[in-house]
């Protein structure tokens, strides 16, 4: 079968290769993948900024889906020919997660789901309606995810509250489109007038151009009546985590989810205390919540927002169209 392997760091390592076919054994369910997505995570590991332990050669990604293609002698919950999606953690079925669980993750820990057919184990798969296409079934495993976790595993969010997204990647925009779906309002940031018009055409209430307005915090202030936002979703990091807890409300919660501008900096711990603020850390989330989330996207006719589909003999063209940052919601190869 065709796959791609990670052989070291730098994209220049991203090589096509032949591989055998998995050997299936009886606990595991082996997929014929269709489509795949590209999340930032994937780019660090790709370019050694993730972690230094990764094992070469990689098969990368965690995000894919397709249709089943054989089923081990164990195997009762799939059959041949369902459609399904992998989970990020393929071993973390529901609960809180464990050491052992959250150490085996797709595409880092573990070889992904770049290639022609992947093994998965019974509790690394969940099903798809036939409403979800596997492109964007896809874009599901860990941006979506991660913000219907945000939102509605370890978030409480309330018809009527405010959102605050900040930029227009897969995990900010998957959160807007779950916020309105709930009836929340959602205040959005991004540094180009031209995604914040399509944005706001995704249903954003406010938006901020944060490059015109540097003290965006100030500006959400006023937005909610000099009260706060209720909730953010902050994949910024280091240099937006000051200005997220100064645009929360007081009894607000912060999620934590990205480090796109670095992993740490100083930090004014005492606005947590004193607008008793929760920070809660975002990790994907597990299968029971995958399941949840899905049922969500179904009744609420929800379509993950693409911005361009790949060819298979495309993969480092995807790579550096995520580079680039160019792009709105998420990035998908078409393998097969």
Not at 81 to 108: H, S
Request: charged share 20%; aromatic share 8%.
């Amino acid at each position: 079968m065709k796959a791609y392997e990670l052989q070291g760091k730098g994209l220049e390592y991203i090589k096509q290769v032949e591989r055998k076919k998995p050997e299936l054994k009886s606990h595991e369910v082996l997929v014929k993948i269709k489509a795949v997505s590209l999340n930032y995570r994937d780019y660090n590991i790709a370019i050694g900024r993730y972690r230094s332990n990764i094992q070469y050669p990689l098969v990368p990604l965690s995000d894919g889906a397709g249709e089943v293609f054989a089923v081990g002698d164990a195997i009762t919950a799939f059959s041949v020919g369902d459609r399904v999606a992998g989970t990020f953690f393929p071993y973390w079925d529901a609960g809180c997660v464990t050491p052992e669980q959250n150490m085996k993750a797709l595409g880092g820990d573990m070889d992904g789901v770049l290639a022609e057919y992947v093994a998965f184990a019974e509790t690394g798969l969940v099903h798809l309606p036939d409403s979800i296409s596997y492109e964007e079934a896809a874009t599901l495993p860990c941006a979506a995810l991660t913000a219907w976790n945000a939102l509605f595993g370890k978030g409480n969010i309330q018809p009527g509250q405010t959102v605050l997204v900040l930029g227009t990647g897969g995990v900010s925009t998957f959160a807007l489109q779950f916020a309105k779906a709930a009836g929340a309002n959602v205040i959005a940031t991004s540094s180009s007038d031209d995604k914040l018009k399509k944005i706001k055409k995704l249903g954003a209430n406010e938006i901020i151009n944060y490059k015109k307005t540097p003290d965006w915090e100030k500006e959400v202030y006023q937005l909610t009546n000099k009260k706060g936002v209720d909730h953010i979703i902050e994949v910024g990091g280091a240099e937006t985590f000051s200005k997220s807890l100064r645009a929360v409300r007081v009894g607000g919660t912060i999620s934590m989810i990205g480090v796109l501008t670095g992993i740490s900096a100083p930090v004014e711990t005492v606005l947590i205390l004193s607008k008793s603020i929760d920070v809660q850390g975002i990790y994907v989330g597990n299968r029971s919540q995958f399941i949840d989330m899905i049922r969500a996207i179904e009744k609420n006719r929800i379509h993950p927002v693409i911005d361009h589909v790949f060819d298979f003999g495309e993969v480092k063209k995807a790579y550096e169209a995520l580079e680039a940052a160019g792009h709105i919601g998420k990035i998908v190869i078409k393998v097969s």
